[in-house]
């Protein structure tokens, strides 16, 4: 008897561990490194060979995962993702006729924007050329686009090596709701600031991207672990 109730107190403790251990909670930041596959812009197929410079930002946020066994387990979370670069060789100047209603941007513009025409630094060189003429109140800048969201993973993670230096391939999908949206102007020479002068208007609410990355993990002690897990986010 005593033997059975010692086997059955031994079996209780494993089992009450086994279930303790599947849960992990962390928190996380990362270095955000931001770049296109392919040329064009979002904003205006007027502005596809302008060059682009991809910002680099951060994310931080907080997640949790679930062991379904030694090896694969579910994660998910919540996080900030900032995503920002700019269209540079931008020549712009004010008009007296209402640029939303005739320019082929991709721009819902505000009041600041509405009679700012925006050109290809080129083809203000083209009409000066061909007329020999310029606006006089012309400047030349970038635009910069940055967008906000929030953002919701789900993943699997599938470890190839479970010890104290762990290594795991993981996969999904994150939901992005989108929490800021805004497009502005700035001159090369600084005198004119960053003007905001609209948002994007062919951005959704609600975006996916597919995820697929590596995880490499540290146990320092039974209840604490180091990971590093760097991800490709399309």
Same mark, same amino acid.
């Given at each position: ?5 010692? #086997? !059955? ?6 089992? #009450? ?58 994660? =998910? ?48 060189? !083209?009409?000066?050329?061909? @007329? ?14 940055? =967008? ?30 989108? =929490? #800021? ?23 959704? @609410? ?24 760097? =991800?490709?986010?399309?």
């Amino acid at each position: 008897m005593e033997k059975l109730l010692r #086997e !059955k107190e031994t079996k209780k403790v494993a089992d #009450e561990k086994e279930k303790w251990s599947k849960w992990a909670v962390n928190s996380f930041v990362s270095p955000i490194f931001f770049n296109s596959f392919a040329n064009g812009s979002p904003i205006s197929n007027e502005f596809a060979s302008n060059e682009k410079t991809f910002n680099n930002s951060t994310s931080y946020g907080v997640g949790v995962s679930y062991n379904v066994n030694k090896r694969l387990s579910v994660k =998910t979370g919540v996080s900030n993702l900032n995503l920002d670069y700019d269209t540079e060789n931008i020549a712009f100047y004010s008009s007296f006729e209402d640029q939303s209603k005739i320019s082929n941007t991709n721009i819902e513009r505000n009041s600041n924007g509405k009679y700012l025409v925006l050109k290809h630094e080129k083809d203000i060189s !083209k009409s000066v050329i061909e @007329n020999q003429m310029i606006p006089s109140n012309q400047n030349s800048g970038k635009l910069n686009q940055k =967008t906000q969201y929030v953002e919701v993973p789900l993943e699997l993670s599938y470890a190839i090596l479970n010890k104290k230096i762990g290594i795991a391939i993981k996969g999904g999908m994150s939901t992005l709701f989108l =929490t #800021e949206n805004v497009i502005s102007i700035s001159g090369n020479d600084g005198n004119d600031g960053n003007m905001q002068i609209g948002k994007a208007s062919n951005l959704n @609410n609600v975006h996916f991207s597919s995820n697929l990355g590596l995880g490499f993990r540290y146990n320092f002690m039974k209840n604490f672990q180091l990971n590093v897990e760097p =991800t490709l986010k399309y």
